[in-house]
């Protein structure tokens, strides 16, 4: 019987013409066959949106290259559900032009591809570079394709992906650290203006102002000059204070007839 190559499956938030992209998926070519669902235009910060309330439209720009009018969660969800001969076997998304360190996987485009993959229970790998400089091909494609290689060997628990951030100088003495994640901080603006009808209009936005220093983090990492593989729970729940929830005296359960309603003896 043949063997069939694994399936890849490729999409980005910084649009299919990006860069990165085309890194990501001649790296993975050596892998498996590569499927590129990716958004037409840039679709950075959408986090996890998806288009409910407009149709999509697909492009496709050559066999098994398609740019979808929508959001990275759009892209994978299309693909998976519709537009992949198969199921994957994985899902790769970036490499994205800049850095998704610590909280910005909850806003981040990029992240968002990759759980919508996940939550199909498809194993998934997010890639970024920090910083805004040139890319070296030839080293994001070999370390991208050795952490994909391990992905697909070894495989990854259920609910879970990868988050890997590259440094902004990525280098032959650039090492992995397997870390968790960091915290971010960033100016919290806001411009107000007027438009030419003076009708009044807001950017949101703020300049990078560093990140708490958290040892074993994945901001000290990459500020390190090193590699930031952090692996990712779906499950939100922060179990510690779900145990301390249970005993806040607010929530017990009220035990006096005249305050639930319950029959029982009233003073007069």
């Given at each position: 019987?043949p063997?069939?190559r694994?399936?890849?499956l ?11 992209i ?12 590569v ?8 679709q950075?910060a959408?986090?996890g949106?998806?288009?409910l309330?407009q149709?999509l439209?697909i492009?496709?720009?050559a066999?098994?290259r ?14 998976l559900?519709?537009?992949l001969?198969?199921?994957?076997d994985?899902c ?6 800049g ?15 990759a ?8 194993p998934?790998?997010?890639f ?14 070999t ?11 070894e ?7 990868l988050?890997?951030?590259?440094p ?6 650039s090492?992995?650290r397997?870390?968790k994640?960091?915290r ?5 603006q806001?411009?107000a ?22 040892p ?5 990492v ?10 990712v ?21 009220l ?5 639930d309603?319950s029959?029982?003896?009233t003073?007069?």
């Amino acid at each position: 019987m043949p063997v069939t190559r694994p399936l890849i499956l490729v999409s980005n938030d910084d649009g299919i013409d990006a860069t990165g992209i085309n890194i990501l998926a001649d790296a993975m070519s050596d892998l498996g066959e590569v499927w590129v669902v990716a958004p037409a235009t840039e679709q950075s910060a959408v986090s996890g949106a998806i288009s409910l309330r407009q149709p999509l439209r697909i492009d496709e720009r050559a066999p098994g290259r398609l740019a979808v009018s929508g959001t990275p969660t759009d892209c994978v969800y299309i693909a998976l559900n519709h537009a992949l001969p198969r199921r994957p076997d994985l899902c790769v998304s970036g490499i994205n032009h800049g850095a998704n360190l610590g909280d910005d996987v909850l806003y981040s485009g990029t992240v968002a591809a990759a759980i919508e993959a996940t939550l199909s229970d498809v194993p998934s790998i997010a890639f970024s570079q920090a910083g805004r400089g040139a890319m070296n091909a030839e080293l994001l494609a070999t370390w991208a394709r050795r952490i994909a290689a391990g992905a697909l060997k070894e495989g990854m628990p259920r609910a879970s992906f990868l988050n890997v951030n590259f440094p902004p100088e990525l280098s032959g003495s650039s090492g992995v650290r397997v870390s968790k994640l960091g915290r971010r901080n960033y100016g919290r603006q806001v411009v107000a203006k007027e438009d030419p009808r003076h009708l009044p209009y807001y950017w949101l936005g703020g300049s990078e102002l560093g990140f708490d220093d958290m040892p074993g983090s994945d901001c000290n990492v990459v500020a390190e000059g090193h590699i930031s593989l952090s692996p990712v729970d779906l499950d939100l729940t922060h179990y510690r204070f779900l145990n301390e929830l249970r005993q806040w005296d607010a929530l017990q359960p009220l035990t006096d007839p005249r305050l639930d309603g319950s029959p029982g003896d009233t003073d007069v």
